[in-house]
């Protein structure tokens, strides 16, 4: 049978992924190099109110450790958990992570915020 979840995942990351040093809270240190999707996703904030509202955060989509992805995916390993305030550098800019969002198919998006 076919893992149609960790296909999507691992095509998309070959695809359109770019590998980024991630920095977990409070280290100056580089602790993984993940390969990940970068984009600014449009996110539908409902306030209880007739008209909802429109917010735009970055977001990066990676494989954690337990994802069956090809080789040239780099996932997050089995000792690191992505986790919020851990940084990515991105295109020259740090980014925190804000919020974490299992796909349940062993990949995670994280919403983020310039650092």
């Known amino acids: 049978m076919v893992d149609f979840g960790a ?4 095509s998309t ?3 359109f992924g770019h ?7 409070d280290s100056e ?18 306030l209880g109110g007739e008209v909802p509202i429109t917010s735009y955060a970055p977001v990066v989509t990676v494989a954690l450790a337990k994802a069956n992805t090809s080789p040239e995916v780099k996932k997050f390993p089995e ?5 919020q305030g851990g ?3 991105i ?6 992570i804000l919020d974490r969002n ?6 995670a998006k994280l919403i983020l915020h310039e650092a």
Do not use: C, H, K, M
Not at 79 to 83: G, N, R, T
Not at 102 to 107: A, K, L, P, S, V
């Open 79 to 83: 000792s690191l958990e992505p986790e």
């Open 13 to 15: 990351l070959v695809a």
């Open 7 to 10: 296909t999507a995942l691992n």
């Open 87 to 89: 940084r990515f550098l």
């Open 29 to 46: 240190e580089v602790a993984a190099t993940v390969t990940g999707d970068f984009e600014r996703a449009a996110e539908i904030v409902d």
């Open 91 to 96: 295109d020259g800019q740090f980014y925190s």
């Open 19 to 25: 590998d980024y040093p991630y920095y977990p809270p």
């Open 102 to 107: 299992d796909d349940g198919i062993d990949g």
